[in-house]
């Protein structure tokens, strides 16, 4: 067990008030959920805790009953390709690592897993936020946006946006502003459901500003 993480687990026993104030401390949207000291139990997330809250529940509740108690986890000697497919596929930002015994041994971050790996073609890093427009109406994709605003027409397994997220992650960005008006709430909730390994913050758009407006 590295000491380095154990800042990032959290005995099941323990209330939801406690765990709110370990993420608080660590900046991290996720704890580790652990019996008999470092045995892996589940994992809880900061929206774990919102949809709790907002059910009424009571935040002296024990982080064992509202976790995740089927996480995902690998162990040292898992398959790296088949580790890039699930860090992808499930949008997850850490992934717990355990022995035989299934003791938490160390935690795998985005950054451990994809670190130098660009292959033999070198991609230059741009290194600054970037601005994505979704406030629009996606009137030229009716009907299907009277049900979903048009960032989140599904693509095969992923949402419009999601695709042009991945691709400027390939360049190192972190950081994304989403200018946001029509069904704003939807697009905002979805985020907050997907917990991605990147910073999103919002621009909202009072009223609709046309192609380019939220530049301005």
Avoid at 15 to 23: N, V
Avoid at 178 to 195: A, D, G, P
Avoid at 204 to 214: D, F, I, K, V, Y
């Amino acid at each position: 067990m590295k000491k380095s993480i154990r800042h990032l687990l959290i005995d099941k026993n323990n209330t939801l008030k406690e765990a709110m104030r370990q993420l608080e401390e660590t900046g991290k949207k996720i704890l580790f959920v652990t019996s008999n000291r470092f045995k892996l139990f589940g994992s809880l997330t900061d929206g774990d805790i919102r949809r709790w809250i907002l059910s009424e529940g009571s935040l002296q509740t024990p982080v064992e009953r509202v976790c995740n108690a089927a996480p995902f986890f690998v162990t040292r000697n898992c398959d790296p390709d088949r580790l890039k497919k699930e860090f992808q596929e499930k949008a997850i930002s850490c992934v717990p690592v355990v022995n035989g015994k299934k003791e938490i041994v160390d935690l795998l971050f985005w950054e451990d897993v994809f670190q130098g790996d660009r292959g033999k073609k070198p991609v230059r890093r741009i290194g600054i936020p970037v601005v994505i427009m979704a406030g629009g109406q996606g009137t030229r994709l009716d009907p299907f946006t009277r049900i979903l605003p048009k960032p989140l027409i599904p693509i095969g397994d992923k949402t419009v946006v999601e695709i042009i997220i991945d691709r400027f992650l390939e360049f190192g960005v972190k950081k994304f502003y989403l200018t946001v008006n029509h069904k704003s709430r939807s697009i905002k909730s979805y985020f907050e459901e997907l917990n991605p390994p990147y910073a999103i913050e919002y621009v909202n758009e009072e009223m609709p500003l046309g192609t380019a407006g939220s530049l301005k």
